[in-house]
């Protein structure tokens, strides 16, 4: 078993639970790509409209660790954000990167280790997703159930967008004290210096800024 794997398990388990943005109400959310800050092109107020509100509401049913985990909907945001990021550089699919990033955590049972989450929300992608809340084709399907089972197991074997996916999730490690590790990203891109500091920074940052609001 890897030393890091460890070492994130044993930061996350010790961790607040509430510490990110909280989730708009489903009335409250418009469902596009809004920016809300102007200095940060890539922060979003809201999900995209790839997630709908339907969809959004199954997710939050089915998540058992609650909104504000550190596995939460701000972990979701910000693994999107990365996402289309990286997206935007090397041209992977934005859309399987944001369905990535709302669906790969759904079946999480802890915030600390647990391996075969990955694989559980793959099937209930599968099972309880497509042909309700989304309508892909069979390539789109498999390179989906292909990001979401495989993001727990570390490797990079995969084509670019999943690699992508990947990484976008391994860049906000930040959120929990956590600088991404090269080594451990799958794209040049995302193995970029800029790249892994603006990731770190802003997962930091927005995680002191909501422990301080917690605090007050």
């Known amino acids: 078993l890897d030393v890091r794997v460890v070492l994130v398990s044993l930061v996350i388990c010790c961790l607040p639970r509430r510490l990110y943005r909280h989730p708009p109400k489903s009335a409250e959310i418009g469902y596009n ?3 809300s800050d102007q200095s940060d092109p890539w922060k979003l107020e809201a999900p995209p409209a790839e997630i709908t509100s339907e969809l959004l509401e199954f997710i939050h049913g089915r998540f058992k660790l609650g909104f504000e985990s550190i596995h939460g909907y701000n972990h979701w945001l910000g693994v999107c954000e990365n996402g289309l990021r990286l997206a935007a550089l090397n041209g992977a ?6 369905l990535f990033a709302f669906i790969h955590d759904v079946a999480r049972e802890s915030d600390g280790y647990d391996y075969e989450h990955g ?18 084709d069979e ?29 976008a999730d391994r860049l906000d490690l930040g959120r ?13 891109e995302a193995r970029a210096p800029e790249i892994i500091q603006w990731a770190y920074e802003r997962s930091r940052n927005h995680s002191s800024a909501q422990l301080a609001s917690l605090d007050g």
């Open 33 to 35: 790509r809004r920016m």
């Open 93 to 98: 699919d934005a859309r399987i990167i944001i």
């Open 119 to 136: 694989p559980r929300a793959a099937s209930i992608l599968r099972s309880e997703i497509q042909g309700r809340y989304l309508d892909l």
């Open 139 to 167: 390539d789109e399907l498999d390179q989906l159930a292909e990001a979401v089972a495989g993001h727990t197991n570390g490797h990079c074997l995969a084509d670019l967008t999943v690699q992508t996916c990947w990484d």
């Open 176 to 188: 929990v004290g956590i600088e991404p590790d090269p080594d451990r990203l799958c794209t040049v």
